[in-house]
């Protein structure tokens, strides 16, 4: 067998280690994601027998699979002799196999398969959750490794929380944009540049990678809060008002409690824990805000949120104390929002409203 030197971007090295279970590219267009992963995997299946599983969420045929990307690659690294392309999977002269398949069509004989070592999904920002639950532990071969690529498409995609924003053991997540790809081509030069000028937000989705926020579950843009930060520096006004210290509690399972601590319109720090009960929690509050030296605590008063208030009603009373109810009542029903529309007209509740009064602030300031 013939010796290979092929260079690759040095955010692809982690395709050449074994100590990753998931590999996790994702980024914009151009940057050579699924070219790179292509290349990698028919040298490694020329290098030792390797079984790997292509797939992506919806594979209607073999057309809307990889495997000419495949064998484009074998075409350019001269490895023809060696493998045989077929119109349904690749197989190399030293054993090595690609087989393709759907996973929401396939996902129970995916379930029965053995001896896969390596999977590579494609375009996983459309792979639901009940695909990666069957998918995963299907493939547990001593050593065997899941590949993903794709380009983020909600923050809030499974996949997107799953590997980037929860990874779990063993993951090596990495973002890879135009600027990784040293073969990026003139002509997304000139549609990249052209789209930064004309829409920069959606520059920054299909060319930095960025995920959006359009979700009934995200109304403030992420783009807004970049812009938040440190406004009143760049503005020119410093914090004044009232010190306010807004306290949410924990609820069950992976929830957290947290503190904001807010001078005027700024926020000027934020504390997250997870440890202690809501009493332990309800203490930490206080003593941090006596410390901020604020006027006010305000926290969630429903739910777990009612324990916190009675035990604030036992603290001595060195500062105001008052809870917020998320189910209440719109405040100023009768005044305006916008032209012919009042508040009780726009919101159902405190909560709706308390929501688009943050991100009518965020928009105000972008």
Known sequence: MSQLNIQFPTKFKPLFES?????????GRGSGKSFSIARALVLRAYQSPVRV??????????????????????EMLGLRAFFDVQKTQIIGQNGSRFTFAGLKTNITSIKSMTGIDV???????????????ILIPTIREDGSQIIVSFNPKNILDDTYQRFVIHPPE?????L??????????????????QMRERDYELYRHVYEGEPVADSDLAIIKPVWIEYAVDAHLKL????????????????????S?????????????????????????????NQSAVKFKADLIIFDSIGVGAGVKAHFKRLPKSLQVEGFNAGGAVAYPEREYIKGKKNQDMFSNIKAQSWWALRDRFYKTY
């Open 176 to 193: 890879v944009n135009w600027q990784d790809n040293p073969y990026f081509p003139k002509e997304l030069m000139e549609d990249m540049e």
């Open 119 to 133: 999977v590579w999904v494609e375009e996983g920002e459309n792979v639901s959750k009940e695909s990666w639950d």
């Open 170 to 174: 063993r993951c090596k997540s990495v």
């Open 53 to 74: 599983l292509c797939c992506r969420e919806i594979q209607k045929s073999i057309s809307d699979s990889v495997i000419q990307m495949l064998a484009d690659q074998i």
């Open 236 to 255: 020119g006004f410093t914090a004044k008002g009232m010190k306010k210290v807004g306290f949410d509690v924990a609820d069950e399972g992976a929830d």
């Open 19 to 27: 100590i990753w279970r998931f590999i996790i590219f994702y980024g």
């Open 257 to 285: 409690n947290a503190n904001a601590f807010v001078h005027g319109s700024v926020v000027l720090d934020i504390e997250v824990w997870k440890n202690g009960d809501v009493i332990d929690s309800a203490n930490r509050t």
